[in-house]
């Protein structure tokens, strides 16, 4: 959807960080097909320095094509597609010094271009499967250096199908729950708690002043605490990053359709959690 138009409301919320020159270089530039929208959606775009067209944070979207996983449910590689997208890359552009972008990408896990993003970003994947050939390209990428972001799914059986995929890229190793005390949690703006973002239909707001914060699960489990587990390196470098029970694309996505979602969702909890997360990968 649309921006939000209130830009002074958000520019207020958050402030300006300077993160200097360490965005990792990216070379190359997906293709478009007829799968890949072109179209903005009402999102202004900027000028970037067409002298270093590689020194850019590009914000780059994992397709994947598989979908019979055990966990059920979910809209698969293309949910919140293109809108958080590109408000995410616009806000990224706009909060920080950061150089972003315009153009978001969508790759797959075995496309020759993957090296030229260290940030990855993939939703839904409670039915994901990968094939042979994702796997061993998604180790290849996270060993050398990849960061990947995973987000917006809910409930024991979605996790569970996921772990068992990570699995397959990582015999050796197990996410482990993330302490709130970790870097990525403060690097930029400091979060007091780890942050639960519904999907906007989901949100709720009662007249003693609670607010429904999570989703149900179609398995029933207890989906009111959110989860953010990490899969690291030898350095204790975090190659997987994994938002659950949480849906912090729908913050973006949705910033401009409700004031009260974009105040309380938006501006607190999705995007200095995304912004955090993306910094956090390119310095690391």
């Known amino acids: 959807m649309k921006l939000n138009r209130s830009s002074v409301a958000i520019a207020l919320s958050f402030a300006v960080i300077g993160i200097g020159s360490v965005v990792l270089a990216q070379r190359g530039r997906w293709r478009r097909d007829d799968s890949i929208e072109t179209d903005r959606r ?10 270093f067209p590689a020194d850019m944070f590009t914000f780059a979207r994992v397709r994947y094509e598989s979908y019979g996983g055990y966990g059920r449910g979910g809209g698969g590689w293309r949910t919140d597609y293109p ?9 990224l552009q706009q909060l920080t010094s950061m150089k972003v972008n315009p153009d978001p990408v969508v790759v797959e896990l075995t496309d020759e271009k993957l090296f030229d993003y260290p940030f990855l970003y993939l939703i839904e994947p409670g039915a994901l499967v990968f094939d042979q050939a994702e796997v061993e390209a998604l180790r290849r990428y996270c060993y050398n250096g990849g960061f ?42 400091d979060m007091k708690e780890k942050p639960q973002v519904p999907a906007i239909g989901q949100a709720y707001r009662m007249a003693n002043g609670q607010i429904g914060t999570w989703e149900q699960s179609w398995d029933g489990s207890d989906t009111r605490t959110p989860h953010y587990r990490a899969i690291t390196d030898d350095e204790d470098r975090i190659m997987v990053f994994i938002c659950h029970n949480t849906d912090l694309g729908d913050g973006w996505e949705r910033e401009g359709e409700d004031q009260w979602y974009f105040d309380e969702f938006s501006v607190k909890k999705a995007y200095p959690m995304g912004i955090n997360i993306v910094t956090y990968a390119m310095t690391h």
């Open 42 to 51: 009402g999102v202004p775009t900027w000028e970037v320095d067409s002298k």
């Open 83 to 91: 809108d958080s997208d590109l408000n995410f890359s616009l806000r």
């Open 148 to 189: 990947l972001m995973v987000d917006d799914f809910w409930g024991d059986a979605q996790y569970e199908n996921l772990a068992r995929e990570l699995k397959r890229v990582f015999p050796d190793r197990d996410p482990a729950e993330v302490p709130l005390s970790h870097e990525i949690f403060h690097c930029v703006y």
